[in-house]
T-cell receptor
Framework: SQQGEEDPQALSIQEGENATMNCSYK?????LQWYRQNSGRGLVHLIL?????REKHSGRLRVTLDTSKKSSSLLITASRAADTASYFC????????????FGKGTLLTVNP | ETGVTQTPRHLVMGMTNKKSLKCEQH?????MYWYKQSAKKPLELMFV???????ENNSVPSRFSPECPNSSHLFLHLHTLQPEDSALYLC??????????????FGPGTRLTVT
């Protein structure tokens, strides 16, 4: 069954603006990961946040996790045209440490 | 370059053909995965291999047959596929171990078209 679900499905912003994407999930998790995919290519891991963490930073990325609301957000600050891609959240849980369940993704378009 | 390579990158095959997809990882990982990505659907996990042993088969039809001869190589053998099997097939690898979760490293994918 689908675990993560991203919102919005598509987001279009201007270069330099911040982009926020949200992810909701249904069951308890071990961790939540965010991945990026350029059109028709493989996924690239961005950041992993564990269930006992609330916030994590990596460069221009900020991820929050609220396990009480079963939700996470990914913030990309000072966006660039090169950030244009699909962004997916994925969760592990339910007794499995390796089985990732992905959402449908958010398509981010950053206009120059 | 993620350290995971996939060949071929594009494949067109008829429904009666037999073909194989190949994945190789150069990261020293012990877990390898096959995923299917279809348009407008979430990425679907197909198979998981951990230390060369299959630990997950996500109700995949038998026309898809995986093979993992060692921790660095993973194959997906295809036969008598259907047009709805057309998709991007992604291979991934990760560390493995009990009590921990690890990020996965993906290959660039094989774009499969079944005619």
């Amino acid at each position: 069954s689908q675990q993560g679900e991203e919102d919005p499905q598509a987001l279009s912003i201007q270069e330099g603006e911040n982009a926020t994407m949200n992810c909701s999930y249904k069951t308890s998790i071990n961790n939540l990961q965010w991945y990026r995919q350029n059109s028709g290519r493989g996924l690239v891991h961005l950041i992993l946040i564990r269930s006992n963490e609330r916030e994590k930073h990596s460069g221009r990325l900020r991820v929050t996790l609220d396990t009480s609301k079963k939700s996470s957000s990914l913030l990309i600050t000072a966006s660039r045209a090169a950030d244009t891609a699909s962004y997916f959240c994925a969760t592990t849980g339910g007794g499995s440490n390796y089985k990732l369940t992905f959402g449908k993704g958010t398509l981010l378009t950053v206009n120059p | 370059e993620t350290g995971v390579t996939q060949t071929p990158r594009h494949l067109v095959m008829g429904m009666t053909n037999k073909k194989s997809l190949k994945c190789e990882q150069h990261l020293g990982h012990n877990a390898m995965y096959w995923y299917k990505q279809s348009a407008k659907k979430p990425l679907e996990l197909m198979f998981v291999y951990n230390f060369k042993e299959q630990t997950e088969n996500n109700s995949v039809p038998s026309r898809f047959s995986p093979e993992c001869p060692n921790s660095s190589h993973l194959f997906l053998h295809l036969h008598t596929l259907q047009p709805e099997d057309s998709a991007l097939y992604l291979c991934a690898s990760s560390q493995s171990g009990t009590g921990a979760s690890y990020e996965q490293y993906f290959g660039p994918g094989t774009r499969l078209t079944v005619t």
